[in-house]
C-alpha cells in the first residue's frame, strides 16, 4: 500500500514538473510599493545613460558578478559579455561615451532590488512610438520546455493618455502599478 | 551613436586600434626620416625617441583592455549599389497614395516606404519581438542582399494584386493573413513596419513544415506560436523555390553537423559562400541558467565574419535589425549550430 501511494506522489510530482508548474505567479503591488523609489532611481539613471548611446544591461549569474553589455550604434550591436571573454568591459564601452563607474552605479543598484536587466523597447500606438524601460526581474514559471519568461516592470517614458493606458493594458496584458508604470510577464529580450 | 562617426575619431582610433608592434614601426620610421636631425642631435633625440617609444610600448602593453572589436571595421558604408539602385527604379513609378483592397488594415504609404527603407538598407530588417519570424526574416535579408529587384517585384505584387509568383512559387495568402497583416501589436518595430508584416505572414501562410502541422490556419496571436516556426528543410525549400539558389545544407533540426571543426567549415566556406547559420539562441544570448537546456535550434543568423581567438571566436552576424558582433567560447560554439546553409556568392 504504502509503495503504491509513494509511487502515485512521485508520478503526481513528476506530472507537476512535466507540465511546467502552472501555478499562479506575480510580482507584488507590495514589491513595487516598498522598493518605488530604488526602483525608480535605476529608471532615471538608466535614462541619463542611455541618451549617452543605447545600451541593454544584464546580469548573466545569480551571482550579480558576471553580466553583458549590449551597446548598439546605429548599424552595429556590440555584446561584451564577462562570462564569455575575460576582457576588460570598462575600455571597450569608452569609445561609446559610457563610463564603467556609472554602470558600476547602476549595476549596484540592481542588485539591491534583485533587477536582472534594463533594457529600451518601444511600443508603438496609430503610428507613434511609445519608448519604455524595461526592467526584468526573476524568472517567471513557463513550463520545462517552453522559452525563458520573466517578470518584467514597464516604466513609459512619455505621457500616456487614459485611452491609450487602456489601449496597452488590454492589447500587452500590463498591469497598472503607477501613472505610467505597469507589470508584465513576457519573454521578450531583443 | 552614428557608426561613421565612431570609427573617425582619430583620438580613439590611436587609443584603441594601434597595437605596440604598430607605434614601434611608426617611430623607426620617423627616427629613419629625421636622421640628418639625430645626427646632428644625436643624443638628445634618440634619448627623446627612445623614451617615447619606452613609455608607449609599457602603457599599450600593460593594457589588454584595447577593445577588440575595433579590429574588424563592421559598419556598412551607406552607398548604394547598382543591384538597389535597380530595385529602388522599380518603385519610382509607383503611385504611393493607393490603398490595396487586398490588404485593409496596411496603409499604402508606410508600406512603400517601409519597402524602400529595406532595399536601402537590408540589415535594418527586424523579425518583431516574441515572433517566430526569424526564419522568414533570416530569409528576406538574404533576398535584400542577394536580388532587392525581386524583392521590390514580389513586394508590389503581393501588396497590389494580393497574389505574387516568383520561379516555382505561387504566393496566395489566405484571407485570415491578408486581413491580420498590418494589426500586429506590441512587437516593436514590426507594428509599424507594414511591408514585413505582408512577407512574413504571406510566407509562413505559404510554405509549411512538419512542425506545422498541428496548427496549418492562421489565428490571431499565431505569429509566436508553431504557426510561424521554420524547420531546416523549410527554410532551405523556401530558398530554393523562391530565389532558385544552389544551396548546402549541412545539419538537422535536431543533430548538429557531424564533421570535426565546425569553425574549419564555415572559415573556408565564408569567403565564396553565403552562409546562414541555424542556431539555438539559448548559446547564443546567454543568461540566467534553466533547469533544461533544451537542445534544439530556435534561431537563424545570417554569419558575416569569424575569427578565432585564444578562447573563443568573435562572431558578426545579423540578426533583430542590426548586425551584431559578440564573443562566443569554444564550448558555446559547439553546442549552438545545428544547420550551415551556405549559398554560392554571385560573381560580380
Not at chain 1, 517614458?157 to 503607477?178: S, V
Request: glycine residues 4%; contains cysteine; charged residues 20%.
Amino acid at each position: 500500500m504504502k509503495i503504491v501511494r509513494n509511487t502515485s506522489v512521485l508520478c503526481g510530482m513528476l506530472c507537476f514538473f512535466m507540465t511546467g508548474c502552472h501555478m499562479q505567479e506575480k510580482l507584488s503591488n507590495k514589491y513595487y510599493l516598498s522598493n518605488e523609489t530604488a526602483l525608480k532611481q535605476i529608471n532615471n539613471e538608466y535614462n541619463k545613460l542611455y541618451q549617452i548611446n543605447p545600451f541593454i544591461l544584464n546580469f548573466t549569474d545569480a551571482q550579480f558578478k558576471k553580466y553583458s553589455v549590449e551597446v548598439s550604434t546605429d548599424s552595429v550591436r556590440y555584446v561584451y559579455n564577462t562570462s564569455i571573454m575575460n576582457f576588460s568591459v570598462a575600455d571597450s564601452i569608452k569609445r561609446f561615451g559610457l563610463s564603467i563607474t556609472d554602470l558600476k552605479k547602476l549595476g549596484e543598484k540592481m542588485f539591491r532590488s534583485k533587477c536582472i536587466c534594463v533594457a529600451r523597447h518601444s511600443f508603438y500606438l496609430d503610428e507613434k512610438e511609445y519608448p519604455a524601460n524595461w526592467l526584468y526581474f526573476k524568472q517567471a514559471r513557463s513550463g520545462m520546455f517552453k522559452e525563458s519568461r520573466y517578470h518584467v516592470l514597464i516604466f513609459f517614458q512619455k505621457g500616456l493618455t487614459e485611452e491609450n493606458r487602456t489601449t496597452f493594458i488590454e492589447k500587452q496584458e500590463l498591469m497598472q502599478l503607477d501613472k505610467d508604470v505597469f507589470y508584465t510577464i513576457s519573454n521578450r529580450f531583443k | 551613436m552614428n557608426e561613421n562617426q565612431l570609427y573617425n575619431n582619430p583620438v580613439l582610433l590611436i587609443e584603441n586600434v594601434i597595437s605596440y608592434k604598430e607605434w614601434l614601426r611608426y617611430y623607426i620610421y620617423l627616427l629613419i626620416k629625421n636622421i640628418d636631425l639625430l645626427y646632428r642631435k644625436f643624443f638628445l633625440a634618440s634619448f627623446f625617441a627612445g623614451s617615447i617609444i619606452f613609455v608607449n610600448v609599457k602603457i599599450i602593453r600593460a593594457s589588454p583592455l584595447r577593445d577588440p572589436y575595433l579590429i574588424a571595421c563592421v559598419h556598412d558604408t551607406g552607398n548604394i549599389t547598382s543591384l538597389q539602385q535597380s530595385a529602388l527604379t522599380v518603385l519610382n513609378g509607383m503611385d504611393t497614395s493607393i490603398a490595396s483592397p487586398f490588404w485593409p488594415n496596411v496603409k499604402p504609404g508606410k508600406f512603400y516606404n517601409n519597402v524602400t527603407e529595406n532595399i536601402k538598407n537590408p540589415n535594418i530588417l527586424y523579425q518583431g519581438g516574441m515572433t517566430n519570424f526569424c526564419g522568414y526574416a533570416a530569409f528576406a535579408n538574404f533576398m535584400l542582399l542577394r536580388d532587392p529587384e525581386r524583392y521590390a517585384h514580389l513586394m508590389l505584387d503581393l501588396y497590389r494584386t494580393g497574389v505574387a509568383s516568383s520561379n516555382s512559387t505561387h504566393l496566395k495568402p489566405s484571407a485570415a493573413v491578408r486581413k491580420a497583416a498590418g494589426t500586429l501589436f506590441g512587437k516593436g518595430p514590426l507594428d509599424i513596419n507594414y511591408a514585413d508584416q505582408v512577407l512574413f505572414l504571406s510566407l509562413a501562410d505559404h510554405f509549411k513544415g512538419y512542425m506545422n502541422v498541428f496548427n496549418l490556419k492562421y489565428d490571431e496571436g499565431d505569429e509566436d506560436n508553431l504557426w510561424a516556426s521554420t524547420t531546416l528543410a523549410k527554410f532551405n525549400r523556401m530558398m530554393k523555390q523562391i530565389l532558385a539558389v544552389k544551396l548546402y545544407a549541412r545539419g538537422s533540426d535536431l543533430l548538429r553537423p557531424m564533421f570535426m571543426s565546425r569553425y574549419r567549415y564555415i572559415k573556408r566556406k565564408l569567403p565564396e559562400n553565403d552562409v546562414i547559420l541555424y542556431v539555438n539562441s539559448h548559446f547564443l544570448n546567454p543568461s540566467f541558467k534553466r533547469f533544461i537546456t533544451l537542445r534544439v535550434p530556435t534561431h537563424y543568423i545570417h554569419l558575416y565574419s569569424i575569427e578565432k581567438r585564444k578562447k573563443g571566436f568573435i562572431i558578426t552576424y545579423w540578426d533583430y535589425g542590426l548586425k551584431t558582433q559578440q564573443a562566443v567560447t569554444q564550448k558555446m560554439f559547439d553546442k549552438l549550430i545545428f544547420g550551415i546553409i551556405c549559398i554560392k556568392k554571385n560573381k560580380q
